[in-house]
């Protein structure tokens, strides 16, 4: 068995295995295969320009994501952590200010916060959707809190409606991650243009992936536009003139090109990626799975995008292991949550406090759901399950 990775924080590649051959849980190399020359002569006219840094690709990949998402103004920056952290700085986010946020997530939501001295304030989720559990929002509400930060995980959106009505009710600002969600929508909406800011990522395994970071801050506020464009250059709107404390997170322009390119082609992307989410709940029902593993639930007010097919089971490490035995990989997103990681102990959250994101941590295992993906391999990764719940589960598929 061997295992290729392409960074440090990257899914495994591809695992080979005697009995179920290739089934890689992201393959990049065969999306470039079908778009190597787009990709290339983007490229080209990058090189021959001369021009890396902002410039036309770059706004004309602005314009475009824009328009895809249904954003009045797209902002890009170097990564979807800057994303966040830029958006936070346009609205003065300060040491001492409170911004609230779900424990089940990626270390940058939280750790954009931190990064301004602010405090995150942490919402338990839904254990169903994976997304901050709105019911709770108003209690964690306090006399400093200027924003909420609502996670749309795995490519499925939160529930905008509520959580805009609290904002609204208490004057805060909303700052969408949809890093993992660009495509999604909420009752038609695209996520990233309901709150204050949509902040989106371009790492290479996300539905809209680069080749290296980048990421992007959509917003309907003019103002607050114009004031993303010149923080991301050091404070300055004309060089050597800085108006107020920026930071350096330009978007590359070969980057922009390469985005672009793949901008055109997302859409399909993303309806392959919904039928492979479709075909896995098929086979599970088929398999008679459900007794045994709690499938992503989908609201019908979302449209999700499925960045992630990740199941919930009791047995997940054990599962982990047996699937990475016959050549099937999987990953955990993620295995702790942000209120027990080292970095944020100084907040004084303890085990217990956040009950449905603690059991999902334990629980959650994410399996292939690239738009590569071929059927028969997705029927691999299910009958693999299958052996290892055991054959009373093949015999009742054999009977339905």
């Not at 108006?243 to 390469?258: F, K, T, V, Y």
Request: glycine share 8%.
């Amino acid at each position: 068995m061997t295992t290729q990775t392409f960074a440090p924080f990257d899914p495994p590649i591809t695992i080979k295995s005697p009995s179920y051959g290739d089934t890689p849980f992201l393959d990049l190399k065969a999306q470039f295969v079908g778009i190597r020359g787009e990709v290339l002569d983007a490229l080209a006219r990058v090189f021959e320009s001369q021009h890396f840094i902002l410039g036309s690709e770059v706004v004309a990949f602005e314009q475009e994501v824009a328009a895809y998402v249904g954003a009045k103004f797209a902002i890009g920056c170097g990564s979807g952590s800057d994303a966040l952290l830029l958006a936070q700085m346009a609205i003065d986010i300060k040491p001492g200010d409170e911004v609230i946020t779900a424990p089940f997530t990626f270390g940058a939501t939280a750790g954009s916060i931190a990064r301004l001295g602010a405090r995150p304030v942490f919402v338990d989720i839904h254990p169903d959707t994976f997304n901050l559990d709105e019911r709770q929002l108003e209690a964690a509400i306090t006399s400093r809190t200027r924003a909420i930060m609502p996670v749309h995980l795995f490519g499925q959106p939160a529930n905008m409606d509520l959580i805009m009505d609290i904002a609204r009710r208490h004057e805060l600002s909303v700052i969408e991650d949809a890093a993992q969600a660009i495509g999604a929508r909420w009752k038609g909406r695209g996520v990233g243009t309901i709150g204050t800011f949509g902040c989106f990522s371009f790492f290479p395994s996300k539905n809209l992936g680069g080749a290296g970071d980048g990421g992007l801050i959509t917003t309907n506020d003019p103002e607050l536009a114009q004031k993303l464009g010149v923080l991301r250059v050091h404070g300055a709107r004309k060089k050597y003139k800085y108006e107020e404390l920026g930071i350096n997170s330009r978007l590359d322009a070969l980057q922009a090109a390469i985005l672009r390119v793949k901008l055109h082609h997302l859409q399909d992307w993303t309806s392959v990626r919904r039928r492979n989410a479709e075909t896995y709940r098929e086979l599970f029902e088929e398999f008679k799975l459900t007794q045994k593993v709690i499938l992503p639930r989908s609201t019908e007010e979302c449209f999700h995008v499925y960045n992630q097919f990740s199941i919930r089971t009791q047995l997940r490490d054990e599962l982990q292991e047996y699937l990475r035995g016959q050549g099937i990989p999987t990953e955990i997103y993620y295995p702790n949550p942000l209120h027990l990681e080292a970095a944020f102990k100084y907040l004084g959250y303890r085990r217990g406090d956040f009950p449905a994101s603690e059991s999902v941590c334990l629980e959650v295992l994410s399996l292939p759901i690239y738009p590569e993906l071929k059927k028969e391999q997705q029927r691999a990764v299910v009958e693999a399950i299958v052996e290892f719940y055991g054959s009373d589960l093949t015999s009742l598929a054999k009977e339905a």
